[in-house]
């Protein structure tokens, strides 16, 4: 998922856009294809950040059919978790595979700011004299042969590695995994320094994945049987891989310790309202307000024409979750004309993106 909103961030889109949540039917050869969110619901106009923080599926498959699928492939093999990625909507969902030290490789890219990494296990020869006779990373340290540094500067590296991503996107795309950490399917992650990362479930539980990464450092893993078959009730990436991950991590941090994820130049930061997508007032404050990164120039478009819905008919009858609320607070108690008391599901009020027959 993570490589189709890369490459919406890339298109025009950015974490405020609004993606419309709702059904989705394909034909196709094999017959009618209708993809579900994990919590088999739907939830109206929502901003993309939300869409990869709750991994909804809905949404990720309508930015893919927007986007392009061919554009969705050629990013995914630009970071080398596919050879060749066939373009077919099922695989926005990673239907098609790869393997972990794939995926770890491509996610270590987001976390430099989107320039090439090449894994290797060997980062260093040194002869009996300590003398460095082979490095695999070529790039220049300026001032890495100093004693010390002065408090709060870090050592100058010159780069030269190939850049497969804008730095500005990679950022983006950094801070919206920030959610997934913070309020997402990663929530069971609890570590001293920031960190993002994405969880994975596939058909049936039969995987499970997390991939996280600090400003340093990049961890991930799988969980799955030699022979496909489901892992049981309750299995996810954020119930079985997360806590792998934590206990990982807290010892790595130790050691290498962890800063913000660095802020590239060219954009500045918009308050955003993380339910709605609205725009907020610079000093505007509480657990609605996300400050989002935006390219300079680039302004948040907010009302019915900057919904996208990838071509998809929009649905009807949706049980629709206002701001904040949960699956406990989704229905609501009607009386009907023949005096009758039934139980519906509740519609939300997005202000201008109302729920009366949009979707």
């Known amino acids: 998922k993570p490589f189709v909103y890369a490459s919406a961030l890339d298109s025009g889109f950015t974490p405020a856009t609004i993606i419309i949540d709702a059904p989705i039917e394909v034909d196709t050869p094999q017959g009618l294809w209708t993809p579900q969110n994990s919590t088999g619901k739907f939830y109206g106009p929502t901003p993309m950040r939300t869409g990869i923080e709750q991994s909804r599926n809905l949404m990720t498959i309508r930015i893919a059919q927007e986007v392009g699928m061919d554009t969705?492939?050629?990013?995914?093999?630009r970071f080398g978790v596919y050879d060749k990625l066939q373009p077919l909507l099922a695989n926005a969902l990673g239907s098609q595979e790869t393997t972990l030290f794939k995926m770890v490789a491509a996610y270590a890219m987001f976390a430099n700011g989107g320039e090439r990494v090449e894994p290797t296990l060997v980062d260093r020869v040194q002869d009996r004299y300590g003398k460095t006779i082979?490095?695999?990373?070529?790039?220049?340290c300026?001032?890495?042969?100093?004693?010390?540094l002065p408090p709060g500067q870090a050592v100058n590296i010159n780069s030269d590695r190939e850049r497969v991503m804008n730095a500005i996107t990679a950022y983006q795309l950094t801070s919206m995994m920030e959610g997934v950490i913070k309020r997402g399917s990663g929530s069971g992650v609890h570590l001293p320094v920031p960190v993002a990362g994405k969880t994975g479930t596939t058909n049936d539980a039969k995987d499970v994945w997390f991939i996280g990464f600090t400003s340093?450092?990049?961890?991930?893993?799988?969980?799955?049987?030699?022979?496909?078959r489901t892992l049981g009730p309750g299995a996810f990436g954020g119930t079985l891989c997360v806590?792998?991950?934590?206990?990982?991590?807290?010892?790595?941090?130790?050691?290498?310790?962890?800063t913000a994820f660095k802020v590239p130049p060219g954009g500045h930061f918009i308050n955003i309202d993380r339910f709605t997508g609205a725009q907020l007032?610079?000093?505007?404050s509480g657990d609605n307000v996300q400050p989002e990164y935006f390219r300079d120039g680039e302004e948040p478009v907010f009302g019915?024409?900057?919904?996208?819905?990838?071509?998809?008919?929009?649905?009807?009858?949706?049980?629709l979750f206002a701001a904040g609320e949960t699956d406990a607070t989704?229905?609501?108690a009607v009386t009907t004309a023949d005096g009758q008391v039934k139980v519906v599901p509740k519609k939300a009020d997005f202000g201008s993106l109302s729920s009366g027959g949009l979707y």
């Not at 792998?244 to 941090?253: L, R, W």
């Open 72 to 77: 969705v492939a050629s990013y995914a093999e």
């Open 134 to 140: 082979y490095r695999h990373d070529g790039r220049n």
């Open 142 to 148: 300026e001032n890495c042969s100093a004693d010390t």
């Open 216 to 228: 340093n450092i990049v961890a991930g893993c799988y969980m799955g049987f030699d022979t496909p």
């Open 243 to 258: 806590p792998i991950f934590q206990a990982f991590m807290e010892k790595a941090v130790q050691r290498f310790g962890g």
């Open 281 to 284: 007032p610079d000093g505007a």
């Open 304 to 319: 019915l024409g900057a919904m996208v819905d990838g071509g998809f008919g929009m649905g009807e009858n949706l049980p």
């Open 330 to 332: 989704a229905t609501q």
